[in-house]
T-cell receptor, first 113, second 114 residues
Framework: GENVEQHPSTLSVQEGDSAVIKCTYSDSASNYFPWYKQELGKRPQLIIDIRSNVGEKKDQRIAVTLNKTAKHFSLHITETQPEDSAVYFCAARGAGTGNQFYFGTGTSLTVIP | NAGVTQTPKFQVLKTGQSMTLQCAQDMNHEYMSWYRQDPGMGLRLIHYSVGAGITDQGEVPNGYNVSRSTTEDFPLRLLSAAPSQTSVYFC?????????????FGPGTRLTVL
């Protein structure tokens, strides 16, 4: 099956700086790559996603890039704010009939005021 | 819409006990799944379903059973609880095809097995 690796596991940035989280995947047939934000004690919530036919997608301070050839995708957060502090998960969805989601192990982001 | 709901929010079991975690969604989603979340290990798929009457195993299915008699409900059964099943359990749903493919998560069930 698919294998998703995520780095780094922890990340601390100063408020206003940028944060970058990277993920790689193994199955070239994966076609959907969402990013989730999870605050302490809460459920994961989708913040941005990208499909395999798109190289980059942006939503205000958040952007995701996808390199299908290298099989990696990245989350970019600019002008970080303390409320961006959370755990972020990347995921890849297979193209099979089960449409399973495979998750990375998460990145704990701390934005220092 | 209530989205995805889960009950209970918290549960403490003794080793060997059985219980059912409930999950329901009101978005008419075909795809439903159960994950467990453990520190440093992300979300691991336990079982999933692509529609009523159809279920399949995920990455970590041992010790768990599921059924999908209706589109709305997808309960997870622990047959004989073990301390290794202490975890936070999330149910999720999404459209199988079309739409954005976004998964919507329930609020989670925190389970402790003593």
């Amino acid at each position: 099956g698919e294998n998703v690796e995520q780095h780094p596991s922890t990340l601390s940035v100063q408020e206003g700086d940028s944060a970058v989280i990277k993920c790689t995947y193994s199955d070239s047939a994966s076609n959907y790559f969402p990013w989730y934000k999870q605050e302490l004690g809460k459920r994961p919530q989708l913040i941005i996603d990208i499909r395999s036919n798109v190289g980059e997608k942006k939503d205000q301070r958040i952007a995701v890039t996808l390199n299908k050839t290298a099989k990696h995708f990245s989350l970019h957060i600019t002008e970080t704010q303390p409320e961006d502090s959370a755990v972020y998960f990347c995921a890849a969805r297979g193209a099979g009939t089960g449409n399973q989601f495979y998750f990375g192990t998460g990145t704990s982001l701390t934005v220092i005021p | 819409n209530a989205g995805v709901t889960q009950t209970p929010k918290f549960q403490v079991l003794k080793t060997g006990q059985s219980m059912t975690l409930q999950c329901a969604q009101d978005m008419n989603h075909e795809y439903m799944s159960w994950y467990r979340q453990d520190p440093g290990m992300g979300l691991r798929l336990i079982h999933y379903s692509v529609g009523a009457g159809i279920t399949d195993q995920g990455e970590v299915p041992n010790g768990y059973n599921v059924s999908r008699s209706t589109t709305e409900d997808f309960p997870l059964r622990l047959l004989s609880a073990a301390p290794s099943q202490t975890s936070v359990y999330f149910c999720a749903s999404s459209q199988t095809s079309g739409g954005t493919g976004e998964q919507f998560f329930g609020p989670g069930t925190r389970l402790t097995v003593l």
